[in-house]
């Protein structure tokens, strides 16, 4: 079983930043990939970016790129998203995951990130 706990959301002006966090645990962390996804009030959830195990190699969604940096700290089980130059449409609630497939029943709480313009 797996327990993935997000935080680090909060209410932030346009072109401010945040950084988020997840924390893993229940399982061995740095054995698989993870992600960040969001979803927006009436929308899908979507995906966001995501790292390799061993945090080598990134991979974002066209939306984000050149503005979000995905990282991880195996030692410490969890990822973090930095999130710079934050636009009103990044406005959601975030969540980890495994990735490229999330698995249904790693879903946590998710963090909500609200930017005004």
């Known amino acids: 079983q797996v327990q993935l706990v997000e935080s680090g959301g909060g209410l932030v002006q346009a072109g401010g930043s945040l950084r988020l966090s997840c924390t893993a645990s229940g399982r061995t962390f740095s054995s698989f990939p993870m992600g ?61 995951n495994a990735a490229p497939e999330p698995v249904n029943d790693y879903w946590g709480q998710g963090t909500q990130v609200t930017v005004s313009s």
């Not at 984000?64 to 449409?89: C, H, P, W």
Request: charged residues 25%; positive net charge; aromatic residues 16%.
């Open 36 to 96: 960040w996804f969001r979803q927006a009030p009436g929308k899908e959830r979507e995906f966001v970016a995501s790292i390799s195990w061993s945090g080598t190699s990134t991979f974002y969604a066209d939306s984000v790129k050149g503005r979000f940096t995905i990282s991880r700290d195996n030692a410490k089980s969890t990822i973090y998203l930095q999130m710079n130059d934050l636009k009103s449409e990044d406005t959601g609630v975030y969540y980890c």
